[in-house]
């Protein structure tokens, strides 16, 4: 046979759902298993947004449909845009995807070539780096580290900007690590991409899950509207992972390729949940600040908890729901704190180095569970800690 496309030996899977299917497989031998690995809010949409994707099918809105989608939704993001993040951005700049993921991934498809570098989030998603050298670009981290907050530090961004550089990829609030960037932080990385012409993609999938400060987008700066594309999308604010929808704000000249790309690849997104969609973002009920309030609790519960664990340190995080524990004091690589916590106590959570090597001395937990299963978890924990009490110290 012949080889496959050499792009797939540079792409990467996700940690995440490899540590999903094996706790999957311990589940089906019988085993209890509590699910921190994916970062999957444990809510539903709310009631009337599963009514408006009764209504739509209905009316019959299962059709092949607008390629960058309806315009109603993108009317209705704009809308939300503007209310949520004071932004002022047109429907005209706005494309659906089928998941944010696939918004990032046509994001740098219209913008990478090969060779280009991408300054990207070190630890922060897996598919950041993975999508960029599948492009054949080159993908260069820039480290959050544990001794500056996880903010990004804006001086190391700027001694890795080169000739080749395209862009700066940015995730506030971040995942894994939960960091909000600061409002200094987010000024030098604007002023640095106006200086060196680049694009800023800003991933924020979690904005609306903070818990202190207004949300501030990348897009927000001097300067900044011509030169972003915010990746957004349902799935973390709107408790809607399965349904599959996101999108991009894109400026004027980039929303033809994303269109372009759109139609060579998935046509439309279902028109049914776009529909549903904007009853979610109108959000009559309150249902995302409802949940971001119970996330709040959990945080505030499962830090404090965590912390009392033997050789784990967890600083609470300003936004997303995860707690980013480093374990470096156990005395153990994180693989196998992971490993013991899920095949001895049946705990699932991802080992730090899945979201890059500074990632090296941390796991990651969801904290997307509730309460009553977040204290279950740590009590799991506390008995297998007696694992790594009486292990050799490494070094
Ligand atoms: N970006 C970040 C930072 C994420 O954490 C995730 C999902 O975990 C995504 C993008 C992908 O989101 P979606 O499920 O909408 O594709």
Redesign the pocket.
């Known amino acids: 046979m012949r080889p496959l496309a050499s792009r797939m030996s540079v792409m990467s899977g996700e940690g ?1 759902l490899s540590v999903f299917a094996r706790a999957k497989e311990l589940e089906r031998e019988g085993r209890s298993i509590i699910h921190l690995e994916l ?1 999957e809010p444990d809510f539903h949409p709310a009631p009337p947004v599963r009514d408006a994707l009764e209504r739509a099918l209905d009316e019959g809105k299962d059709r092949y449909c607008s390629v960058p989608g309806v315009l109603a939704l993108r009317e209705e993001i704009a809308a939300y845009l503007k209310r949520t993040r004071n932004l002022n951005i047109s429907p005209g700049s706005v494309v659906i995807a089928p ?6 991934f046509m994001a740098l498809m219209a913008l990478v070539e090969p060779g280009d570098e991408v300054l990207y989030p070190e630890p ?2 897996p ?1 950041y780096p993975s999508i960029t050298l599948g492009l054949g670009g080159v993908p260069v981290g820039f480290s959050l580290r544990e001794r500056n907050h996880f903010q990004p530090d804006p001086d190391e961004i700027a001694s890795k900007i080169s000739s080749r550089t395209k862009a700066i990829l940015t ?1 506030s609030p ?2 894994p690590t939960g960091t909000v960037y600061t409002d200094g932080v987010q000024r030098r990385i604007s002023e640095l991409a106006i200086k060196h012409d680049l694009y800023v993609l800003s ?1 924020e ?2 904005a609306r899950i903070i818990y202190r400060d207004p949300y501030v987008s990348m897009m927000s700066y001097p300067g900044m509207k011509e030169r972003t594309l915010i ?1 957004d ?4 604010s709107f408790a809607m ?1 399965g349904w ?3 999108y991009n704000v894109a400026p004027p000249h980039i929303v033809p390729a994303l269109e372009m790309l759109a139609v060579n690849s998935y046509t439309c997104v279902a028109e049914f949940t776009q529909y549903a969609a904007i009853e979610a973002l109108r959000d009559p009920d309150g249902a995302t600040p409802r949940m971001v309030g119970e996330f709040a609790a959990r945080r505030e519960q499962f830090v404090r908890d965590l912390n009392r664990v033997p050789g784990f340190r967890c600083a609470a995080p300003k936004g ?1 729901f995860y707690a980013w524990v480093n374990i470096g004091d156990t005395g153990l690589s994180a693989e196998e704190v992971c490993r013991l916590m899920l095949e001895e106590v049946g705990v699932a959570a991802i080992p730090g180095a899945a979201f890059g090597p500074s990632g090296f001395d941390f796991v990651r937990f969801s904290f997307a569970s509730s309460s009553a299963t977040l204290k279950e978890a740590v009590d799991r924990i506390m008995q297998v800690s007696a694992s790594w009490q009486s292990a050799p110290v490494r070094k």
């Open positions: 995440a970062g998941g944010c993921k696939i918004g990032l922060g998603f598919g995730n971040n995942n991933d999938i979690y990746i999308g349902f799935s973390k992972t599959r929808l996101g997303a």
